[in-house]
């Protein structure tokens, strides 16, 4: 009876969905914000990618806020966890092949990782794809070495500066140009590596932030794996 | 004949949006209802990403000699990435908590477990006003 | 001065970002610091009150309006930070532990707790729908780790709670999620003030199922009818301070969302139509429930469904006299159910185990009658006047059939809270349990709810004039427009 309720209640979410969409009108946008924010972006953030400026410059605090939900994921992932004995089993590596591919990848990781973050304003990608580049990166020993764990302490330290680092800069725009977040360096040369104001600094702190706080999320997970078998 | 583009797009959101709302009412086990909310995601995610969709536009990235050409819409997809990295930390909350659950129940039935659940809250109330509790955490 | 109110979000969350490595190092800090932040936003969030008597906007890193994101800042929005910092401050977690491992764990949970209170005010003054979308998730991800944080290892409860909890909130985030899609479709902008010169593109039926799901979505947190059955077992689970402080100041912070989605999205009288009836379905589901329960913290949990249903039915009624009610029974709830979970803190068990308490334990059990008497609406208390002005309104919209069932409901409520009474002050035979007394941090900080409820009633004719300041700027949408998109430079 429940489950054929469910399926009655999907179709109906099925139907009325497809009519929503029906009427929707794709591929010519209203672009209201859009159009402006194109105009725009180059001179006012001096970023050649406009969905950093929009990540970091237009909508900053909404960037902020995420950090901190990822923050807040990790804290709150190791209160879950912090109950449980921590026993370390002995398990076995993962043999040959996984083990020299990630001593071969690690290198490979981190300089694509802080690649992709530095060129955030420039090219797609930016702190959120290159740090979690840079987390797979520290997280790879650990798949070829299940009983390892990575230092908690310098992931805290990583997680709390990073973060700190971003609302500080945040905070001197807030003292200096009196708005939260204001980008206040000199624009530089549209398109080159050093340019746009703060926003590869922000982006860096948001490329460390998301790696520390996804591997201390994977870290969390991955001892848990260990102790449960 | 080739379908229209938008009919693919849209089913694409659609599809993905009913699979994981299905997973949700009709799974019994607590980390497929978390697989479901996975795809549901993706399907709000993908929903809200065509919103800035457009015909004949590229990525919203200066190249070149930076000459303006249309782009489409970079808002949608900076809040799509901001939703994604949302969704990441939220699942790996919802994983932990599996985890426990789990560890004290031994099942990840969820009827079994708010059968549980509701056991345990009944011995609580019985046991919330007994003397000799210790100082609780407040 | 006016920059400054940012520091209210901003603070916190620098905190609890450093809190984790600073407690590593001095316990002592760590325990000092979140409270000196918290009075900090206080005295800030209280200096803008006093100073700034109209409302602004605030643009985030001075790009102009509709681009970047804005702050707005009106009496409403202040007022509600304030209560979010106090209370926080009043219910702040308390304990001391001597081993290092249960400081750490402590000091996480400041942090998360200086988290929720920093999404609290952003919530309060964010006026773009993304924004409040990515402050929403960053409240329920910390409600979820405060709720699964508990030093009695016996409640293996908490976590199936938080679980079942996480997949109706992320459900509720995803429905959320597909309403901002389908504004962003129609109008291609989300900004409050810019969506309300949109009105014309909105007012369709796609314009109406955007603002449902985003009701569905935002409602999970208010305890809205259909997505409300964690309510019972969270509070239940979760220590009984933060279930007052989730249930009396969080859930209202929800309700602000749906009414700016009210107002600026969808004005119009289907919207009102579909929160009248979720509303009373929540307040006669919830008054059933907590009659029919037989565990204090249980039946307060569903009066508290019931009591937000009140606030969403207020808030149904159009114009001026229905936002009146509804801030008004929104305020008073937030007071009286926070001490209901303080007295709940010990007492939380069967109601049956409370028999002959009252003589044991007169000031607690004085504030009980004197909360649920305020509750039920006898007159002289501020709940009879929030009442008052809600059947008042629903009269003035001839919704006689709202009104029939809050009666019944009033009647629903008198009789399970003075079962309770009964239970208290029962001269019946039995052994009276020696139940611990509650600490006297708390004691003193539901008398001082007394108090302010108690004044409340002498100044009711001043609290009348702010609640129509409050709602006249909530439903002068024309200059919110026009202090938004109006660039920056006039408000530096």
């Known amino acids: 009876m429940y489950q054929f309720a469910s399926f009655v209640f999907l179709l109906g979410f099925l139907f009325l969905i497809s009519v929503i969409t029906g009427f929707l009108p794709l591929g010519e946008p209203p672009m209201l914000v859009g159009q402006v924010i194109q105009n725009n972006a180059a001179s006012e953030t001096g970023a050649s990618n406009f969905v950093t400026s929009v990540v970091l410059g237009y909508r900053g605090i909404d960037t902020l806020g995420e950090l901190s939900i990822l923050f807040a994921a990790a804290t709150a992932g190791s209160l879950v966890l912090s109950g449980l004995k921590q026993k370390s089993i002995e398990s076995g590596d993962a043999g040959f092949l996984v083990k020299s591919a990630s001593e071969l990848f690690f290198p490979l990781l981190i300089v694509v990782g802080l690649y992709i973050v530095l060129h955030g304003h420039l090219t797609p990608g930016g702190g959120f794809q290159g740090g979690v580049i840079l987390a797979a990166a520290f997280f790879l020993p650990l798949l070829a070495k299940p009983s390892k764990s990575i230092n908690s302490l310098a992931l805290g330290l990583i997680e709390g500066l990073s973060g700190a680092a971003f609302i500080i800069i945040g905070l001197i725009a807030l003292f200096n140009e009196g708005a939260f977040l204001k980008p206040f360096f000199e624009n530089g040369e549209l398109g080159s590596l050093i340019s746009s104001g703060t926003l590869p600094l922000l982006y860096i702190a948001v490329g460390l932030k998301v790696g520390a706080e996804l591997a201390s999320l994977l870290n969390l997970l991955n001892q848990e794996e260990v102790n449960d078998s | ?138 | 001065m006016k920059h400054y109110i940012i520091l209210t979000v901003i603070l916190p969350l620098l905190v609890a970002f450093l809190l984790p490595t600073i407690g590593r190092f001095s316990y002592f800090l760590a325990r000092a610091l979140p409270p000196i932040i918290l009075i900090f936003s206080i005295v800030i969030t209280a200096c803008v009150y006093n100073n700034e008597t109209a409302p602004f906007a605030l643009h985030i890193g001075d790009f102009v309006a509709p681009q970047g994101i804005v702050f707005h800042v009106d009496s409403i929005s202040l007022l509600m930070a304030l209560s979010v910092q106090v209370f926080a401050l009043f219910l702040w977690p308390r304990r001391s532990f001597k081993l290092q491992s249960e400081q750490i764990v402590s000091n996480k949970r400041y942090s998360l707790m200086l988290l929720l209170v920093a999404s609290a005010n952003g919530l309060a003054f964010s006026g773009d729908l993304f924004n409040l979308y990515v402050f929403y998730e960053l409240l329920a991800v910390a409600t979820f780790g405060l709720i699964s944080f508990d030093t009695n290892e016996a409640n293996q409860a908490r976590f199936a709670a938080a679980f079942r909890y996480l997949v109706i909130s992320a459900t509720g985030s995803v429905m959320a999620l597909l309403g901002i899609a389908l504004v962003y479709f129609l109008t291609g902008t989300l900004n409050f003030a810019h969506l309300a010169t949109q009105q014309a593109n909105l007012f369709n039926p796609i314009g109406l199922s955007a603002f449902a799901l985003l009701l569905v979505g935002f409602g999970v947190k208010a305890e809205l009818f259909p997505v409300n059955s964690w309510v019972p077992e969270v509070y239940s689970a979760a220590s009984k301070k933060l279930s007052g402080y989730l249930a009396g100041v969080i859930s209202k912070l929800a309700v602000l969302v749906i009414i700016k989605a009210l107002l600026f999205i969808f004005p119009h009288s289907e919207a009102a139509y579909l929160m009248l009836g979720l509303g009373l379905a929540g307040l006669l589901i919830g008054e059933l429930s907590a009659m029919r329960s037989n565990d204090f913290t249980r039946m307060i949990s569903w009066s508290s469904v019931a009591q937000l249903g009140l606030v969403f039915i207020a808030f149904s009624i159009p114009g001026q006299a229905g936002i009146i009610a509804g801030l008004a029974v929104l305020f008073h709830h937030m007071f009286v159910k926070t001490a209901l979970f303080l007295i709940a803190e010990k007492w939380g068990g069967r109601i049956s185990d409370l028999h002959g308490q009252g003589y044991l334990n007169l000031i607690m059990s004085g504030i009980f009658i004197f909360v649920a008497l305020s509750l039920i609406g006898l007159p002289p208390l501020p709940g009879f006047w929030s009442k008052f002005l809600l059947l008042n309104g629903l009269a003035g919209q001839e919704y006689y059939f709202a009104i029939a069932i809050i009666l019944i409901t009033t009647v629903i409520e008198v009789n399970y809270l003075f079962r309770v009474a009964n239970h208290l002050f029962s001269r019946e035979d039995k052994p009276v349990l020696p139940i611990n007394n509650h600490h006297w941090f708390d004691t003193l900080t539901a008398s001082l709810i007394v108090v302010a409820l108690i004044v409340a009633v002498w100044e009711l004719p001043t609290i009348n004039d702010q609640l129509i300041i409050m709602s006249d700027q909530l439903l002068d949408i024309e200059s919110y427009v026009n202090r938004v998109l109006i660039s920056t430079e006039n408000g530096l």
């Open chain 2, 1 to 138: 004949m080739i379908p229209d583009i938008s009919s693919i797009l849209f089913s694409g959101a659609i599809g993905l949006l009913v699979i994981g709302v299905g997973g949700l009412l009709l799974s019994n086990n607590a980390y497929r209802v978390l697989l479901a909310l996975v795809i549901a995601e993706a399907g709000a995610n993908l929903m809200l990403v065509i919103a800035g969709y457009r015909w004949d536009a590229i990525a919203p990235i200066l190249t070149g000699d930076f000459t303006p050409q249309p782009m489409v819409d970079p808002v949608p997809q900076a809040m799509v990435l901001t939703a994604i990295v949302i969704g990441v930390g939220v699942q790996a909350l919802a994983l932990t908590l599996i985890i426990r659950v789990k560890k004290a129940y031994g099942t990840l039935n969820m009827v079994e477990i708010k059968k549980r659940m509701e056991m345990d809250f009944d011995r609580l109330s019985q046991e919330a006003n007994q003397p000799g509790k210790l100082e609780d955490n407040s």
